[in-house]
C-alpha cells in the first residue's frame, strides 16, 4: 500500500469492537456464510476489508486458515492483537485492493468480506479481480447494504457506494464469470433514523 494512503479508520480502530450492534451484525453474516458454504479444515480463506476481524473471528472454527486484507495499518494492529483467540491459522496483509496488484498472485478457497464493498469505488472490476485470485470451484461471500440514501455513515469520506441493488451486483458478478449467484437478507442494522438491510451475496467460480 502507498505510504501517502490515509488511515480513514485510525481514529475508529480501538473502539470499532465496542459497538454490540457490530459484533452481531458481523456474527449473522458468519452464521449465514456457514449455512450456504460447505467450508472445511483445509480452507484458506481471505477476509477482504477485515478490519479488526469480527468477521474473521467467527469463521475461524470453520477453516484452516484466514488471510485478513486490509488498507487501514491501525485496523490490522487491532487484529494482530487478538490473533490468539481465534481458532484457525491467520495472517494480516496490509493491501489495497484497488491498487496493490501484487495480491492477485494469491489463490484462496474463498473470499469473503463485511461492509467493504462500499468502500471500493470500482465493482465491476474487482469481481474479475476476485475471480481471478479464487481456485476451480472458490467462492465469494460478500455481505453489505442494500441501497440507502447516504445516511447510513455519519461521515461519507471513503464511502463511493450508498448501498447497493441486487441485480446490478449479479450483473457484475456474471460478467466475471461467478455461477451460482445468490442473495439472502442476514441482518437489520437499526438507526435512529431509519433500518439498513444487510445482504450476503454468495456465488462461485467454474470448477
Known amino acids: ?4 494512503t490515509e488511515d480513514l479508520f485510525a481514529h ?19 452464521q449465514a ?4 458454504i460447505k467450508l472445511d479444515k483445509e480452507m484458506v480463506v481471505m477476509d477482504l ?13 470453520f477453516v484452516k486458515k484466514i488471510v485478513a486484507v486490509d488498507n487501514s495499518p491501525s485496523m490490522l494492529i487491532e487484529f494482530e492483537n487478538k490473533c490468539d483467540r481465534f ?13 496493490d496488484e501484487d495480491i492477485f498472485q494469491m489463490r484462496f478457497d474463498g473470499i ?3 461492509m467493504t464493498l462500499h468502500h471500493i469505488e470500482h465493482i465491476a472490476k474487482l469481481f474479475h479481480n476476485l475471480y481471478k485470485m479464487l481456485k476451480p470451484n472458490g467462492f465469494i461471500a460478500l455481505a453489505d447494504l442494500d441501497e440507502e440514501d447516504g445516511t447510513f455513515h455519519s461521515d461519507n469520506t471513503g464511502v ?11 450483473k457484475f458478478a456474471e460478467a466475471a464469470g461467478f455461477e451460482e449467484i445468490a442473495f439472502e437478507t442476514v441482518f437489520v442494522i437499526e438507526k435512529p433514523q431509519r433500518d439498513y438491510n444487510v445482504f450476503l451475496m454468495t456465488a462461485r467460480k467454474k470448477a
Open 160 to 170: 463511493h457506494h450508498f448501498g447497493f441493488d441486487r441485480e446490478t451486483l449479479k
Open 87 to 99: 481458532a484457525c491459522e491467520t495472517q494480516a496483509l496490509l493491501r489495497n485492493i484497488e491498487k
Open 1 to 4: 500500500m502507498s505510504d501517502k
Open 33 to 36: 456464510i456457514v449455512k450456504n
Open 112 to 114: 469473503v468480506s463485511s
Open 49 to 61: 476489508g477485515a478490519g479488526t476481524g469480527l468477521l474473521s473471528y467467527f469463521l475461524s472454527p
Open 12 to 30: 475508529k480502530s480501538k473502539t470499532w469492537d465496542m459497538k454490540s450492534r457490530r459484533v452481531q451484525n458481523a456474527k449473522a453474516i458468519a
